[in-house]
């Protein structure tokens, strides 16, 4: 089963995006209007932003932690109000997950 998107069909999308947009904004939408129109119309999964979060606050609050990764854990589980396991398998398991090659085949 293949996960990743067809180049042709993520331009589609971009290009359908942008004149929802267009129609919304006019030509002066940001990139916050963007995320924000996103995250309404449910293209943005909330798990998925939550994962996002967590893994890009991993190395932030690991320095802030002196390279404590027990303290580090535990931090991310009580800003995002999930587990420490849980943490760990985000950081751990889904990292690779927001790279290029997991999401776009050419």
């Not at 129109?37 to 998925?48: D, F, S, V």
């Not at 404590?68 to 849980?86: A, V």
Request: net charge positive.
């Amino acid at each position: 089963m293949i996960k990743q998107n067809k180049l042709e069909i993520v331009n589609e999308f971009i290009d359908k995006l942008y004149s929802d947009l267009k129609a919304k904004y006019s030509e002066d939408a940001g990139i916050k209007n963007v995320l924000i129109y996103l995250a309404e119309r449910g293209l943005i999964e909330p798990k998925r932003l939550r994962d996002y979060m967590v893994v890009s606050d991993f190395s932030k609050i690991l320095k802030e932690n002196e390279g404590h990764s027990t303290h580090t854990f535990m931090d991310l589980s009580i800003k995002y109000d999930i587990s420490d396991r849980t943490a760990r398998n985000i950081v751990y398991g889904k990292k690779k997950s927001f790279k290029f090659d997991s999401n776009i085949r050419k």
